[in-house]
């Protein structure tokens, strides 16, 4: 699944237990102006690093996975949690990485007439 939005938050990354590390991002999506939602994503373990160079402000879209679990407590209820985990980000607009990293433009006016290129 994919979504596009403005980062409203990006959080720090939290070592949750022993083996296990996550880091959440609060994207402000904006399907009807009167209403905007605040969707908070997980990043999991190497994950976490995918949101480094996200600031606040940037235009981004969101490629995730909608996970679903059920949890039962001391007294036998069951409840039912959601989440939505980041897999990639795209910056759109608005920072540093937004802009493509092009090669420096070659030098062609010291290049030799006689090439022995067919074409």
């Known amino acids: 699944m994919e979504i596009k939005g403005k980062v409203h938050e990006v959080g720090p990354t939290a070592q949750v237990t022993e083996s296990l590390k996550k880091r959440e ?3 402000e999506y904006i399907e009807n102006p009167q209403y905007p ?3 908070k994503f997980e990043a999991i373990q190497d994950r976490c690093a995918l949101l480094d160079n996200i600031k606040v402000g940037d235009d981004v879209e969101v490629f995730f996975n ?3 679990r059920p949890w039962t407590d ?8 959601n989440s ?3 897999w990639k980000i795209n910056v759109l607009s608005g920072g540093a990485s937004a802009a493509p990293q ?12 006689d090439d022995d290129l067919p074409f």
């Open 37 to 39: 939602e605040y969707l």
């Open 102 to 113: 092009y090669a420096a433009p070659a030098d062609i006016s010291s290049a030799p007439d």
């Open 84 to 86: 939505m985990q980041l």
């Open 25 to 27: 991002l609060i994207v």
């Open 74 to 81: 001391k007294t036998g209820k069951k409840s039912y949690f």
């Open 66 to 68: 909608l996970r679903g």
